[in-house]
């Protein structure tokens, strides 16, 4: 089974950074894989802020976040990770790590199949 742990949020203020870390179970970190972290607030649908595809290190970001958030795995560790630096009021939400969606240009949720609980991060002005 498929099972994916967020930590990392927090409060913090603007300008801060964060780091998201997204622990991976039942899967094996050889194998190709499509990861992704998404951002929901409540009223808002799910955002696709960032993935990652093992298979050839590509990475994607939304518009939003290009520049300021990094996505980085550790295989041995089965761990993905979400470098946040510069955050903005507008980071605030509660952030999700998913499994096994393609990383296409566009983040898309439909895609992913297995999800964590999240982590929240809220930012203060």
């Known amino acids: 089974e498929v099972q994916l742990v967020e930590s990392g949020g927090g409060l913090v203020q603007v300008g801060g950074s964060l780091r998201l870390s997204c622990a991976v179970s039942?899967?094996?970190?050889?194998?190709?894989?499509?990861i992704g972290w998404f951002r929901q607030v409540p009223g808002k649908e799910r955002e696709g802020v960032s993935c990652?595809?093992?298979?050839?290190?590509?990475?994607n970001y939304a518009d939003s976040v290009k520049g300021r958030f990094t996505i980085s795995a550790d295989n041995a560790k089965k761990t993905v990770y979400l470098q946040m630096n510069s955050l903005k009021p507008e980071d605030t939400g509660r952030y999700y790590c998913?499994?096994?969606?393609?990383?296409?240009?566009?983040?898309?949720?439909?895609?992913?199949?297995?999800w964590g609980q999240g982590t929240q991060v809220t930012v203060s002005s």
């Open positions: 990652l595809s093992s298979s050839d290190g590509r990475t």
């Open positions: 039942g899967v094996t970190f050889d194998d190709v894989y499509d």
């Open positions: 998913a499994w096994d969606g393609p990383c296409l240009p566009r983040i898309v949720e439909g895609y992913y199949d297995y």
